[in-house]
């Protein structure tokens, strides 16, 4: 029996990107959107003809945008500066600058006026662009024009979740994916096939993973981190180098002390958190038997305070959830895997960021992973889905039960909102990051004690995921209006 070849969309390398906070489809998003407007203006002559430009932010950009940093990625954008290699200490003084002065300089190179005020604009009452055309609810649009006042070009995009970026045209055409799908060895569409593929294959899902994903290297729109080799090697690496990522990140959070900004003044707790958990080896004092479990808590709320502070973080499968698979990466590396020779610690780490990778695949194209398309359950459920499924991978499981720790991980995230106060990925994200860590734990323990009873499947949770997700009222789903946002004014 053969397997299907072709008919996927979603590569390792745009699950796992590397960005700035707060967030990842109101920061990075826009910022990539904001990029690639002008990339496109570049390559035409209304580049050199524009002389303003303006923005419109709709929807949940427009209600949470403000604390989300949505404003300030715009602008960063515009001046030519991609995620993935902004310096976090340059941004303010690049703000500073554009502010003060008026002006942008246009992918850096050409002047523009530029006011807030009158060029970037939130519709805070408006959820879509406009009637008759594709829409989602994290909605922008970019248009220049040119000293007459005249509109030379203007295009909508789509944040989709994940810092995706889609145009209307694309969103219209092939939906949140937004291009055509690519030709893989083996590909998937559920979870039901994608270990029927393995089986025939005799392969396991993270080796199908990695062939795909050498399959999908040449495709110059996957942002991989650049790395030596070619092949399995040039996969294998870029993985190593964004889980190295994610330890600078950890590391950063567990240093730094201070207050988060935004005015809701919360304190970054991660390093006191360590500070207590070092205390107690160094006292060599009867250690807490879920110590394990506080160190996954305290590497998830690291990564979220550094995420909430603007910081450089991996996207896992958002910013809002960036925490979680770094978190259980972290307890496996140090605690679940045990006295381990580094290569077959390795080992266990790729297997945990590829099985990861299919899961979230699976939710990305069938689902969504945009806090304002579905809730947090979309995020955090989705990112606690990803790290269980890895776990049992990492820790030798079978593939049939790091499917089923991924649908118990979903299944009680189910419902979850998206209610954050003040629209700042603070209260309730990182605290919610350390809880949805320690539940992918706990979901990989439970499968692999207590295989073959599950009676729901992972494709099953999905779906329900995606179909309670457009159920849940729009208020509650990245606006700031209703839930914790409404009735917690002030902290």
Known sequence: MKWRVGDMQTSLFELFKIGIGPSSSHTVGPMRAALRFVREMESSPHFAASERMQVELYGSLALTGTGHGTDKAVLLGLSGLAPDSVEPEAIAPLLEQIRQAGELRLAGRRSLRFSEATDLLFHREQMYPEAGVATHPNGMRFTAFNAAGVALTSEVFYSVGGGFVVSAEEFAREGSAGRSKRTVPYAFSSAAELLRT?????MSVAEIVLANEVALLPDLSIARPKVEGEGAAAVRAGVMALWAAMQACIARGMATEGTLPGGLNVRR??????????????VGAVRDPLAPLDAVTMVAMAVNEEN???GRVVTAPTNGAAGVVPAVANYYAHHAAGPLPESERAAGLLRYFLTAAAIGILYKENASISGAEVGCQGEVGVACSMAAGGLVAALGGDDATATAAAEIAMEHNLGMTCDPIGGLVQIPCIERNGMGAVKAV????LA?????????SLDQVIETMYRTGMDMQSRYKE???????????EC
């Not at 207590?276 to 160094?282: C, I, N, T």
């Not at 706990?442 to 323990?445: G, L, V």
């Not at 692999?448 to 729901?456: A, E, F, L, P, R």
């Not at 606006?479 to 004014?489: F, P, Q």
């Open 198 to 202: 393995a089986g025939e294959a005799g």
């Open 269 to 282: 707790r991660a390093p006191g958190l360590a500070r207590r958990l070092a205390k107690m080896d160094e």
């Open 308 to 310: 909430a502070a603007g």
């Open 442 to 445: 706990n979901a990989a323990r």
């Open 448 to 456: 692999m004690h207590d295989q073959g009873v599950h009676k729901v």
């Open 479 to 489: 606006t700031s209006l209703a839930g914790l946002a409404l009735n917690v004014i």
